[in-house]
């Protein structure tokens, strides 16, 4: 019968219905759809979740959880002897093919921590339940996934299913949890005092669970590090940071170590590990949980042998059973296997890497009437025959009720053994996928009434939190990025949205020709400096659609709406420990809406119907859509920075964030600056003293543009004038888009990271502050009064080109002193002389 707990409310199907659909946006706009490349199964979800939990009475748990204890007992005690005395090869209870074969079995790792008593901090334990009871399946030790997502699992189906969580008795939270890892990772530091410093280390990105290794991350406020962010010195692990290096106690692993240490182990990979990894731990100097070597744990040839396993080491009985497996290399075993073929399955002692297509498709063809298959009697211990059982359904409301496969995760450190309480529920036939999260459920244990209320291990005591946060250099270099393009897709899109207005109403016929020189500017500002545009045309036409396009919807313009907010979008994707959720969501959605209104069918009129009236229609198409993308990016980005600032921690990495998004503000209001006030300054020195000034429609069209009209009317309270407009976006420290105010901007950013930072350079706020003493001195009533006697030295555009240089200088200055810390190396080399 369907697993089940008798007093759990019922969800109505229409309820199911909604609450199904409430839970798929939750995940979709968390960001947890990445899929790796190398996807086995590219049309399965990557993670869907069933809103039945499945629940867990008092004494079931007990159960399980007494039989995780165990068994991570036993795991720790295989792995600490096979790698280093190895007593079970020498009392002959396991084969030697069974360890010293076994393709995870890391032979450079032998002895290589000898005191070490735990190397496999995190375990995942996978079992089913038959009529019979609970069975063990599969072990997973090397990098366990699973556990964010079952914390992950709760926080969203108490939030979309409240009324279903609060009908349930007392349970056991499992939102903490991580801080028990974190409590675990701290205990493992080689510091005999002091505070520990860890970090993750992961592949990035393109890691299919790259979302747990962010959450994780996250939760505990640890930085994500891939592998060329930490460097080997003096047998000592570096972490590369804004403030230099700092070096690493502790690595909690994410990355497979087949491809840890490029010296040691032969990789395709030798950019993901850490060179001389190796040697460092074994002098003591940085500790790895979990421990390189521990996949050999997850051999299924060792289910085979588990009895013999816990009498060796504990003299004691398994538990919980696993599911019955015979090794095909134990030849009494084999007899059995050929015998009894059709009730039982062949299967590899790993699991096969990803993109091995071939070998999952010959794994039901490896035993037959006729014996074993040629790959298998090549090499019949890296296989294993388990018996097919029989696995209850979860009840999940639904007609359909697979069977179900619970994860649970197990914590060692020193003699501590802690067990989630709750876990992972995979439903499905087969075993969880490897590659995604899968379709999954809750797993709810109830609390005891009879014993304490609190669980013992709540009552830990959490490390205390570090003394202040590192930031390294590549989420540094990250983060400023994601401003400078956050901001160009801002100024864009606020550009052309208040276009026609401008067209229309700022600048008359007989002056449409001014228009070229604020086109010019903002289309260098922007990235589209090639662009060109027809200022004498019918005013709604000036630019074309075509150009309007490129200029938002195309994704083959670099510098296009759509390219910059898919290039910050990554940058966030990358930064998924340092920026909130609740900006992800924000960011994640608009570049799926901007990616609907950027379809194919209508990207390129000329390649659906060659009628002009089909063109016609794409094209009004192809502007309605540029339209809703203006509109969508000017109010979801504001939306985003007012997030960012509410919900993101105000440290380095939000300063750099900052320094981003000012810096490319700047750079947008001189170069919009250049071609206008040069193009008015040639005029004034051209103009005869006693004549008129005209009026200068194309300065009020520019305000606009800039989102500064209302400073301006605020500030001057006049007419739009030159000389004020000058004022305004060089030197008025007040204005939100002047030179002056995004310089001191950056300028504080820069001091409050400095003050986080022992002996900071300060060459950064040195040169910010030697630009704002140039701005400081331009005489501006010499370029704007043509009756000064005293004629400038140099135009005002070339004050202005040089000012844009000096902006344009700041990035690459900035990523000398803290990315690529190339202006410390000339220091360090002196103080080796």
């Not at 962010?214 to 994500?224: E, H, T, V």
């Not at 006030?677 to 004549?691: H, K, N, Q, V, W």
């Amino acid at each position: 019968m369907p697993v089940e707990f008798s007093s759990l409310p019922r969800l109505r199907p229409a309820q199911l219905r909604a609450v199904r659909s409430r839970l798929q946006l939750l995940i979709r706009d968390a960001g947890q759809t990445d899929l790796s490349p190398e996807a086995a199964h590219p049309h399965a979800p990557y993670w869907h979740l069933e809103p039945a939990p499945l629940v867990l009475a008092p004494a079931e748990w007990a159960t399980l959880e007494a039989a995780c204890i165990q068994r991570a007992r036993l795991v720790n005690a295989l792995l600490a002897d096979v790698y280093n005395t190895q007593e079970v090869l020498q009392a002959g209870i396991l084969p030697p093919e069974v360890i010293l074969g076994d393709p995870y079995y890391r032979r450079p790792c032998l002895r290589l921590d000898p005191t070490r008593a735990d190397p496999a901090t995190v375990i995942r334990f996978d079992l089913v339940k038959t009529a019979e009871g609970w069975l063990f399946t599969d072990t997973r030790a090397n990098t366990p996934i699973g556990l964010s997502y079952a914390v992950q699992n709760r926080r969203f189906l108490s939030q979309e299913a409240g009324e279903l969580y609060g009908a349930l008795p007392d349970y056991h939270s499992i939102i903490n949890f991580p801080l028990k890892l974190l409590a675990a990772l701290h205990d493992l530091s080689p510091r005999a005092s002091g505070e520990a410093s860890i970090v993750i280390l992961t592949a990035g990105p393109h890691d299919p669970f790259y979302s747990e290794h962010s959450f994780l991350a996250r939760k505990m406020g640890l930085p994500l590090a891939r592998g060329d962010d930490l460097l080997v010195l003096d047998n000592r692990v570096y972490f590369k940071t804004i403030a230099g290096l700092e070096p690493v106690d502790v690595i909690y692993r994410r990355l497979n170590d087949a491809h840890i240490d490029p010296v040691v182990f032969s990789t395709d990979r030798e950019t993901a590990g850490v060179p001389g990894l190796l040697q460092c731990i074994r002098h003591g100097t940085v500790a790895m949980a979990n421990a390189i070597g521990t996949g050999l744990a997850e051999s299924r040839a060792l289910e085979a042998y588990l009895p013999r396993l816990m009498r060796f080491y504990f003299g004691e009985k398994p538990l919980l059973p696993s599911v019955p497996t015979y090794t095909c290399g134990d030849t009494d075993q084999l007899d059995y296997i050929l015998d009894s073929y059709t009730d039982l399955r062949i299967r590899p002692i790993h699991d096969p890497r990803l993109g091995d297509k071939h070998l999952l498709e010959q794994l039901p063809f490896l035993v037959g009437p006729r014996g074993l298959a040629p790959e298998v009697s090549k090499n019949p211990f890296a296989y294993v025959a388990q018996k097919a059982v029989q696995r209850l359904p979860l009840d999940t409301g639904s007609t359909h009720t697979p069977g179900f496969t619970l994860s649970l995760f197990a914590l060692s450190h020193g003699r501590h053994r802690t067990v989630l309480p709750g876990g992972l529920v995979h439903i499905g036939a087969n075993e969880p996928p490897r590659d995604r999260v899968g379709v999954t459920a809750d797993t709810i244990v109830l609390q005891d009434t009879a014993t304490s209320e609190r669980d013992p291990a709540e009552a830990e005591a959490h490390p205390p939190a570090p003394p202040r946060s590192v930031l390294g250099s590549r989420s540094a270099e990250n983060l400023l990025w994601l401003g400078r393009y956050l901001e160009r897709a801002e100024v864009t899109a606020r550009m052309l949205s208040i276009f026609d207005d401008v067209a229309l109403e700022e600048i008359p016929a007989r002056d449409r020709h001014r228009w070229l020189p604020i086109w010019r500017g903002l289309f260098e500002a922007t990235g589209h400096a090639a662009e060109k545009i027809t200022p004498r045309a019918n005013p709604q036409n000036a630019l074309s659609t075509d150009l309007i396009w490129r200029m938002t919807l195309s994704s083959r313009h670099p510098s296009s709406i759509f390219s910059s907010i898919g290039i910050a979008s990554e940058n966030a994707r990358q930064l998924r420990d340092h920026v909130s959720p609740e900006c992800w969501v924000i960011l994640s959605r608009l570049h799926a809406r901007l990616a609907t209104l950027c379809r194919p069918e209508t990207a390129s009129p000329s390649d659906l119907q060659p009628t002009a009236d089909a063109a016609s229609d794409t094209d009004e198409l192809r502007r309605k859509n540029a339209q809703l993308a203006t509109q969508a990016v000017t109010t979801e980005l504001n939306a985003f920075l007012g997030t960012a600032e509410r919900t993101m921690l105000h440290d380095a990495s939000w300063h750099f964030l900052r320094i981003g998004q000012h810096l490319e503000r700047a750079i947008m209001t001189c170069s919009a600056l250049r071609y206008v006030l040069g193009a008015i300054d040639e005029e004034i020195r051209a103009t005869s003293p006693t004549s008129q000034p005209r009026e200068n429609p194309e300065l009020s069209a520019l305000l606009r543009m800039l989102g500064s009209q209302d400073a301006y009317r605020r500030i001057y309270q006049t007419r739009t004038r030159p000389r004020f407009v000058a004022a305004l976006f060089l030197q008025q420290p007040d204005a939100p888009r002047s030179i002056c105010q995004n310089l001191r901007q950056i300028r504080e950013s820069l001091l409050s990271i400095q003050s986080d930072l022992p002996g900071a350079d300060e060459t950064g706020v040195t040169t910010v502050n030697e630009l704002l003493q140039f701005l400081d001195h331009v005489t501006l009533d010499r370029h704007f009064d043509a009756t000064d006697s005293e004629t400038p030295l140099r135009s005002l555009e070339e004050i202005l080109s040089e000012v844009l240089e000096r902006l344009y200088a700041l990035h690459p200055l900035l990523s000398d002193h803290y990315f690529s810390h190339q202006a410390r190396i000339p220091a360090q080399s002196e103080l080796h002389l």
